[in-house]
């Protein structure tokens, strides 16, 4: 899924390999606005709601806070 509009910024401060990772430019605008990939999976349903599908990756939230499955498994190992 990736989300635009006015409240999407240019990037990450001081890091461009993440900024370039995970920020383009929005293709259904031409005022060099960026849309930004959320890292979830969705898709659109036939009566036209968007249904949220999970994560892409391996993290999830707990208490608030991300956690990265693939590093918790790795720590127990």
Not at 15 to 21: H, N
Not at 30 to 37: A, E, P, Q, V, Y
Not at 45 to 56: A, F, N, Q, T
């Amino acid at each position: 899924m990736w989300a635009g509009g006015a409240g999407i910024t240019r990037g990450y401060l001081n890091l461009p390999d993440k900024t370039s990772e995970k920020y383009k430019r929005d293709p259904f605008l031409d005022d060099g606005s960026f849309m930004f990939n959320t890292g979830d999976l969705g898709r659109w349903l036939p009566d036209g709601d968007l249904e949220h599908l999970g994560r892409v990756d391996h993290q999830v939230k707990v208490k608030g806070f991300r956690v990265e499955l693939d590093g918790v498994a790795a720590a127990m190992e």
